[in-house]
């Protein structure tokens, strides 16, 4: 059994994609269970979609490889995205202008729980 309030993290930075549109995503797998969490990334027609589906795999894996859970006891119980450094450049425009461009970049962390199981 795993001790209470023992977290599996997994975190990728970096991720080439604004944090505004991967909390989008973020927002509907938050709470979830992790088999149901999967399913919803999978079907999720969202270029968000495909990190953090890569980063549940590997928190899963984590899981069951480091500490020996079962992937169906799992829950996503916190999941965030916070902005990473931006790379700022400019495109010259007409009449002498320039056009300051801007890519951002994101932090996404996941925190996954076992679920607690109510016996009757």
């Known amino acids: 059994m795993m001790a209470e309030g023992m977290d599996i993290r997994a975190s990728v930075r970096f991720v080439s994609m604004s944090p505004q549109k991967i909390r989008l995503v ?3 797998v938050r709470g979830l269970d992790a088999n149901s969490a999967m399913d919803v990334l999978k079907f999720t027609q ?3 979609a495909k990190p953090v589906q ?3 795999r590997s928190a899963i894996a984590n899981a069951e490889e480091n500490f020996g859970l079962n992937r ?3 829950y996503v119980h916190t999941i965030v995205a916070d902005a990473g450094p931006v790379r700022k450049w400019r495109r ?3 009449r002498g ?3 300051p461009l801007k890519r951002r970049y994101s932090h ?3 925190v996954l729980r076992e679920q607690d ?3 009757a």
Request: hydrophobic fraction near 60%; proline fraction near 0%; charge should be negative.
């Open 26 to 28: 973020i927002d509907m």
């Open 97 to 99: 202008r320039f056009k």
């Open 54 to 56: 890569k980063l549940l």
């Open 46 to 48: 969202n270029a968000a």
């Open 108 to 110: 996404i962390t996941i």
């Open 117 to 119: 199981m109510v016996e």
């Open 72 to 74: 169906d006891d799992l």
């Open 92 to 94: 010259f425009g007409a």
